[in-house]
Nanobody, 120 residues
Framework: VQLQASGGGLVQAGGSLRLSCAAS????????MGWYRQAPGKQRELVIT???????NYADSVKGRFTISRDNAKNTVYLHMNVLKPEDTAVYYC??????WGSGGRFDYWGQGTQVTVSS
């Protein structure tokens, strides 16, 4: 199983970015997909997640600015980031809680991380 993230970059404060993450491999089913981020010197934290049924969970710091969408047919999740702030600067990691062939259960898988930098 691989998670391939894309879409990071440099943006000015107040701008927007969209991140994408596609899961591939011997996947039977995916429960939750989402995004976490890690800023320099800080722990990795939840940004936003979405279940297969469309239920979402947000960090308070991104409510009203970030949204998440998912294409179940493509095993892909999107993070739509608006009104970006310098404090959103971090490496963003996509995550999927899924059941893969031969795994014996549901586990968390992570993408490689994509840098988002917001300049003031």
């Amino acid at each position: 199983v691989q998670l391939q993230a894309s879409g990071g970059g440099l943006v000015q404060a107040g701008g927007s970015l969209r991140l994408s993450c596609a899961a591939s491999g011997s996947i039977i089913s995916i429960n939750t997909m989402g995004w976490y981020r890690q800023a320099p010197g800080k722990q990795r934290e939840l940004v936003i997640t979405i279940t297969s049924g469309g239920g979402t969970n947000y960090a308070d710091s991104v409510k009203g600015r970030f949204t998440i969408s998912r294409d179940n047919a493509k095993n892909t999740v999107y993070l739509h980031m608006n009104v970006l702030k310098p404090e959103d600067t971090a490496v963003y990691y996509c995550n999927a809680h899924l059941y893969a062939w031969g795994s014996g259960g549901r586990f968390d898988y992570w993408g490689q991380g994509t840098q988002v930098t917001v300049s003031s």
